[in-house]
């Protein structure tokens, strides 16, 4: 398996042959929400993902499992999670792992500082975090994804969990040569591949924004080289609606959007007319 390396969030895989231009869509938190869930089959199906994230922890993983069996063409990485953001609906882990918890047994919220939650973050507690429980936690949850997910290919981080201290780091590797998984989320990247960054080239905020600001990145890409864009897809729909932390309200609203841009007619069509190669993270290890 070639060593496969990534950059911490919208990150390109480095110079392909040269040719097309090759992107990776990946989706992200498949398992968090039936709202999620749906919405990244549809990105998949009709759209223009190829790779997506589950979270093992989510209260919706089981529903994504069958999903995925349903639909073994789509690419899967398990997404490991010590963070559990959303004020409505709250994570825990799959194993005791005491020093990664709050004091009701679930996920602390934030991996980095954040004032709106003093206090709160895996790194204001990084003195403290027992690494075999880290390590514990990681097999627990990589072990349940290749126990129901046929196509699981990858490992990534959820909030940066792969990639927070240099330890971490190290042992996310260890934990993908072992398994056999691509590791996507390891701080040497940078070192050993050419890497472009990709995201939105303009405004976000709206659907009609994402569209246009993703339709001018894809014309700014170079032949020869693969690109990497991150994203979270999900309805504006009742469910989504009531999830939300502070300074992040709009949730359902965003990634309604990235549905919308992800299935859109002229999304597609441009990366028809360029030539672009639509590409998996599983594609990768090949």
Known sequence: ??????????????????????????????????????????AYRNGIAKSVEVLCVGAWFPEAVKMLRENPGLDAGVHLAITSEWENVKWRPLTDCPSLVDDDGYFL??????PAYPGQSVLE????????????????????ARKHIPQLSHISGHMFSTMFNKEVNELTKRL????????????????????????????????????RSFIKSLEGMEKGKRYYFIDHPAYNDSEMQTVFHIGYENVAVDRQGVTDFMTHPDVKAMIEKLGIKLMSIAELGQ
């Open 125 to 144: 507690k990084a003195g403290s975090i027992n690494m075999d429980e880290v390590e514990a936690e990681f097999r627990a949850q990589i072990e349940l």
């Open 176 to 211: 993908a040569g072992e398994y056999g998984l691509v590791c996507t989320d390891v701080m040497e990247g940078m070192q050993n591949y050419s890497l472009e960054m990709t995201g939105y080239s303009g405004e976000s905020k709206t659907s009609e924004d994402k569209t």
């Open 1 to 42: 398996m070639k060593r496969i390396v990534s950059s911490i969030a919208c990150a390109v895989f480095g110079a392909s042959v040269m040719g097309a231009q090759e992107l990776i869509m990946r989706i992200d938190d498949m398992g968090a929400f039936h709202s999620v869930n749906e919405a990244c089959l549809d």
């Open 109 to 114: 919220p934030m991996m980095w500082p954040n």
